[in-house]
């Protein structure tokens, strides 16, 4: 496998923040840092504007690469029909990254080199798109040359805004602080170390309002600190006020979860184990050791000794700009269908769609056969028959050892696999859902899912 640790990764985010004024440049610094490796190194030329593809997937995540291969397997494409724009060396399993932040396995192997995970009848192409126009079924490539297509799927991701929480970038870099975030390769790595370090004081993990990808990993990287410290000896939830550590979850959200039926569940397991609940507040301003808090109209301050934190998280720009976009500059799909709801070539999946459900890998498990189905219909001049139901699924670390296994569709309704199966009401978190998460998961990922051979609760497939 190729260097999935870039030795000047932190050195990289160090000077994005350093040199970088606006928000916006320190995003795309952050994000794009390997890209540049990427293009020097390894890459071969993009492409001259001549070429065209049947299908052009934007983005080789996880949806990007798991709808390629779908529709591979279908047997309905030949050597270079199918096209995949992105700009990354690395392909990463991103939900293992709240098990890095929990100390359970290391970031480097939960990173794939992205070239070699493509099947060699795929194009790639190694860069990043600066426009879309969908009336001209072309895309623009940053280095301006153009690819046309005959059906384009937008899966490129949600854009990690580090730079909206004046202070983050700074102190996410500064190796001495004790800000961390399981939500980057670049950061991930420093979340366990200053959580084993910390045996005294205010802990605050935070979670912001608005869209993330995962709604449940803010709390699962507290879930595990906070049995860390119980096990350590530095935590007592029977008796929070003799313990030498403090608990705070201030979240941007009124409620511990999205769904009722779970959030019950978690609002129970935060009173039971002492952890103090701020909703409603958002997190603006990281300065110094003081967190400053949108709450309603005002701002509230709040002194930490370690403070987690979730970015802010939006489209990508070229997104937002673009014909495709809904009023929040989502792909604006029909949530059955996945099809655009005007540019009937164009089809989202992932988090950078609208589909209005928890973006999630296990989301993409439903939607990839559902949007492949329906995409090659419609290059047949069938009508799309395939409907996504919403289904979504947070494995949700209550502690090390236990995973509450929520799965639900549109409207937050349970969906639940297990139930359905043995009976059994996955509201109680479990040892075996446990070793779905840390173990079986990962590993069928890795092996079948991006290879387009795994359909999530149905299993096996193609
Ligand atoms: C799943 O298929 C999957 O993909 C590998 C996950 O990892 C990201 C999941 O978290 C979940 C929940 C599923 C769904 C599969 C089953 C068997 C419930």
Redesign the pocket.
């Known amino acids: 496998m190729a260097r999935c640790l870039p030795p000047s990764a932190l050195a990289a985010l160090r000077s994005a923040s350093r040199s970088a004024s606006s928000s916006r440049t320190r995003t795309s610094l952050l994000r794009t840092f390997a890209t540049a490796t990427a293009t020097t190194t390894t890459t071969p030329p993009v492409a001259t504007p001549s070429h065209s593809h049947k299908v052009v997937l934007i983005g080789g995540g996880t949806a990007g690469m798991t709808i390629a291969h779908q529709l591979l397997l279908t047997g309905k494409f030949t050597q270079d029909d199918l096209a995949i724009i992105d700009p990354s060396e690395h392909h990463h399993y991103q939900?293992g990254w709240t098990l890095v932040g929990g100390g359970l396995k290391r970031r480097e192997d939960l990173c794939h080199h992205l070239p070699s995970l493509l099947d060699p009848k795929l194009k790639l192409y190694p860069a990043s798109v600066s426009s879309l126009s969908p009336s001209n079924n072309s895309v623009t490539l940053s280095n301006g040359s153009t690819v046309g297509y005959e059906h384009l799927v937008v899966a490129p991701g949600i854009s990690i805004n580090y730079g909206a929480i004046k202070g983050l970038p700074e102190a996410l870099a500064d190796r001495e602080s004790s800000v961390s975030t399981i939500y980057g390769y670049e950061t991930c790595g420093k979340v366990f170390s200053t959580l084993e370090r910390f045996q005294k004081g205010q802990a605050i993990f935070t979670q912001p309002a608005g869209v993330v990808k995962c709604a449940g990993a803010p709390q699962k990287a507290m879930w595990l600190a906070l049995d860390l410290w119980r096990r350590q000896g530095v935590y007592n939830p029977a008796d929070v006020k003799a313990s030498p550590v403090k608990i705070a979850f201030a979240t941007g959200l009124p409620v511990m979860f999205g769904v009722p039926k779970y959030s019950a569940k978690l609002e129970e397991l935060r009173k039971e184990r002492g952890v103090e609940g701020l909703f409603g507040h958002d997190l603006v301003e990281v300065n110094g050791d003081k967190a400053v808090f949108k709450v309603g109209e005002g701002t509230v301050e709040k002194r930490f000794d370690l403070l987690h934190v979730v970015p802010k998280m939006g489209p990508h720009g070229f997104i937002k700009e673009s014909e495709v976009a809904d009023t929040a500059g989502f792909v604006d799909v029909d949530q059955g269908t996945t099809r655009h709801k005007k540019f009937g070539n164009v089809w989202s999946a992932g988090d950078a769609s609208s589909l209005p459900t928890s973006k999630?890998?296990?989301a993409i498990?439903a939607q990839a056969p559902v949007l492949v189905r329906n995409l090659v219909d419609v290059m047949e001049g069938k009508e799309p028959q395939a409907v996504y139901d919403g289904y979504t699924?947070c494995?949700l670390t209550t502690e090390y050892g236990k995973v509450l296994?929520a799965?639900f569709t549109y409207g937050g309704v349970p969906k639940e696999?297990f139930g359905d199966w043995f009976g059994i009401d996955q509201i109680e978190p479990r040892r075996a859902f446990y070793h779905l998460?840390k173990d079986f998961?990962p590993w069928?990922?890795a092996n079948y899912?991006v290879k387009g051979a795994?359909g999530?609760?149905k299993g096996w497939i193609n």
């Open positions: 939900p999630t890998a296990a498990t699924s494995p296994l799965e696999t998460k998961f069928v990922y899912m795994w999530g609760p």
